[in-house]
């Protein structure tokens, strides 16, 4: 029994389907398929079954599956032992977002490489939230307040918002003073946004109907600098249009609740030695103090 076929067969199992399991082990969907088929021969029993949403695993499959896994990530652990050390191989698919991915999380990633050249970084930049499992991702960066998930989340670091306005929008229709004024005035934002923001100890929560939608920030803050409408962004986006004096900050009194930036990976007990050093330089490079905390559930 080749060790090779374990890994093929969990990856599989994890994804629900060859074509996720190809495109994560980075081989092609028939041989995988192959590879199961040799496994199942081996053991002699039915470990998939197809169905209508893709393959599930069989009650022996599922028994399998546990020792299986457990054994392909003791082997990970001996491999990255041996190493030398501090050397990265294979390969490793990260999703990132499309707002600031490629000016602020792709220099990270390009120096990651470097450090390590005998690693392969297939990177992904969307705002789109991606199936991690479904399409073969080892980990994702992502921004804002995580949603519900059966993820494994890591903090990297703090990121802060604000309510921005070009000077001409602020000269033609004013700038609200109380989160309430802010449905009385022209919006850019994402579709069925919600803004929040702090007054004292609480937190008020709006959904204003935008004039402007698009489904990144990098448009949004394109729409903010026309003088469209008022926009609710990260501060890495609009920093250097406050330089510039392009866009200002408005309703400063009302400040927005801190997001953060997290690394998250699929559910499993350790992260693979790549997402962790990953997930480290990207502290070195965005974190705080706070982020001695441990990786929990999103």
Request: aromatic share 6%; charged share 20%; hydrophobic share 40%.
């Given at each position: 029994?080749?060790?090779?076929?374990?890994?093929?067969?969990?990856?599989?199992?994890?994804?629900?389907?060859?074509?996720?399991?190809?495109?994560?082990?980075?081989?092609?969907?028939?041989?995988?398929?192959?590879?199961?088929?040799?496994?199942?021969?081996?053991?002699?029993?039915?470990?998939?079954?197809?169905?209508t949403r893709g393959l599930a695993l069989t009650e022996a499959g599922s028994t399998f599956k546990?020792?299986?896994?457990?054994?392909?990530?003791?082997?990970?652990?001996?491999?990255?032992?041996?190493?030398?050390?501090?050397?990265?191989?294979?390969?490793?698919?990260?999703?990132?977002?499309?707002?600031?991915?490629?000016?602020?999380?792709?220099?990270?990633?390009?120096?990651?490489?470097?450090?390590?050249?005998?690693?392969?970084?297939?990177?992904?930049?969307?705002?789109?939230?991606?199936?991690?499992?479904?399409?073969?991702?080892?980990?994702?960066?992502?921004?804002?307040?995580?949603?519900?998930?059966?993820?494994?989340?890591?903090?990297?670091?703090?990121?802060?918002?604000?309510?921005?306005?070009?000077?001409?929008?602020?000269?033609?229709?004013?700038?609200?003073?109380?989160?309430?004024?802010?449905?009385?005035?022209?919006?850019?934002?994402?579709?069925?946004?919600?803004?929040?923001?702090?007054?004292?100890?609480?937190?008020?929560?709006?959904?204003?109907?935008?004039?402007?939608?698009?489904?990144?920030?990098?448009?949004?803050?394109?729409?903010?600098?026309?003088?469209?409408?008022?926009?609710?962004?990260?501060?890495?986006?609009?920093?250097?249009?406050?330089?510039?004096?392009?866009?200002?900050?408005?309703?400063?009194?009302?400040?927005?609740?801190?997001?953060?930036?997290?690394?998250?990976?699929?559910?499993?007990?350790?992260?693979?030695?790549?997402?962790?050093?990953?997930?480290?330089?990207?502290?070195?490079?965005?974190?705080?103090?706070?982020?001695?905390?441990?990786?929990?559930?999103?």
């Amino acid at each position: 029994m080749e060790i090779e076929d374990l890994r093929i067969f969990v990856e599989v199992a994890d994804s629900g389907g060859v074509s996720s399991a190809a495109l994560r082990l980075g081989i092609s969907k028939s041989m995988v398929s192959r590879r199961i088929t040799q496994l199942e021969a081996e053991l002699g029993t039915q470990l998939l079954a197809r169905t209508t949403r893709g393959l599930a695993l069989t009650e022996a499959g599922s028994t399998f599956k546990e020792y299986a896994a457990r054994i392909s990530a003791e082997l990970d652990v001996a491999r990255e032992t041996i190493l030398p050390a501090g050397e990265l191989r294979g390969r490793m698919r990260v999703a990132a977002p499309l707002s600031f991915g490629p000016t602020h999380f792709a220099p990270v990633l390009s120096q990651m490489a470097a450090r390590h050249p005998q690693l392969q970084i297939n990177s992904s930049y969307t705002d789109r939230f991606v199936d991690l499992v479904g399409e073969g991702f080892d980990c994702a960066i992502r921004v804002g307040y995580l949603q519900d998930s059966n993820l494994v989340a890591r903090r990297i670091g703090p990121l802060f918002g604000k309510l921005v306005a070009s000077p001409a929008y602020i000269e033609a229709h004013g700038a609200p003073e109380r989160p309430d004024e802010i449905l009385n005035h022209q919006i850019v934002s994402r579709e069925a946004e919600t803004w929040q923001f702090m007054d004292g100890d609480k937190i008020v929560t709006l959904r204003p109907p935008g004039r402007f939608v698009a489904d990144n920030g990098v448009s949004l803050v394109a729409a903010a600098l026309a003088g469209i409408g008022i926009a609710y962004l990260p501060e890495p986006l609009v920093t250097d249009h406050f330089s510039s004096g392009a866009l200002v900050p408005i309703m400063t009194r009302y400040p927005i609740p801190p997001a953060a930036i997290f690394v998250v990976r699929p559910p499993g007990r350790y992260p693979t030695r790549k997402v962790s050093v990953l997930t480290e330089m990207l502290i070195e490079c965005f974190g705080s103090p706070r982020n001695g905390e441990a990786e929990r559930s999103a």
